[in-house]
């Protein structure tokens, strides 16, 4: 999944450099060493701490605006990647997302499925989270602190341009890792990018292959996220 994710990554034009930010404990290891085999720069943090550890990660490697792709998202999407960035760079954004993540729900328009996520936002915005953020969620999921307080910041989200399907492309149950599993096997072909029309294509015809997850699509697990 990680190989992939990064060579997705790669392929968005605007990109400079794809760091990984792996947690520093000693069964993490495996992820540096991947990483040096296969040509992947990799950075080492706090486990719980995200935030501290990705804010540590742009600083080292001069990050500015800072993509962020969770690891979670296999069938991330270089097209809505670069669209995005576009549109944190148009508007003097503080913040920027796929309409895809924790608060696309509450949004007046139409979203990505779950799994499309990506944010883009600027390095002073990190550092101001980083300085200020006390709530354990804030450290935890790394920019809750800036999506939260848009009276603060200055953000925006991508909106899909159609209605997609109900569907689940992250990878967060080993039912989700049989899905993405299962579409990778029918559209993978080295060197070739795949995207979310073809995914979208491909589960039109053959419905069966999202099977495995449906029953996880409802609510999307983002309460606990929204709550006070």
């Not at 992947?40 to 962020?68: K, N, T, W």
């Not at 920027?96 to 990506?118: I, K, N, T, Y």
């Not at 997850?213 to 996220?225: D, P, S, T």
Request: glycine share 4%.
């Amino acid at each position: 999944m990680l190989w992939h994710i990064v060579h997705r990554v790669r392929a968005v034009p605007s990109i400079d450099e794809v760091v990984v930010a792996v947690p520093d404990g000693p069964a993490d290891e495996v992820l540096h060493k991947f990483c040096a085999t296969n040509d992947i720069a990799s950075f080492s943090g706090s486990e719980l701490d995200v935030l501290d550890r990705f804010y540590h990660a742009a600083q080292v490697y001069g990050a500015d605006p800072v993509l962020r792709i969770t690891a979670d998202c296999p069938l991330v999407d270089p097209e809505l990647v670069e669209k995005l960035i576009e549109l944190y760079r148009s508007g003097s954004y503080d913040y920027a997302a796929v309409a895809a993540g924790a608060d696309a729900p509450s949004l007046e328009g139409e979203r990505f499925p779950d799994g499309l996520d990506a944010e883009c936002f600027s390095f002073a915005s990190l550092e101001q989270a980083w300085k200020e953020a006390q709530d354990s969620r804030d450290r935890e999921h790394v920019t809750r602190f800036i999506w939260r307080r848009k009276g603060l910041f200055r953000c925006t989200k991508s909106l899909a341009d159609q209605k997609y399907p109900s569907l689940r492309l992250t990878v967060d149950y080993p039912q989700d890792f049989v899905v993405a599993s299962r579409i990778y096997e029918k559209l993978f072909h080295e060197g070739n990018i795949f995207h979310l029309a073809d995914i979208v294509d491909l589960l039109g015809r053959d419905p069966e292959i999202s099977k495995p997850n449906e029953h996880l699509i409802e609510g999307q697990h983002y309460r606990a996220v929204l709550e006070e």
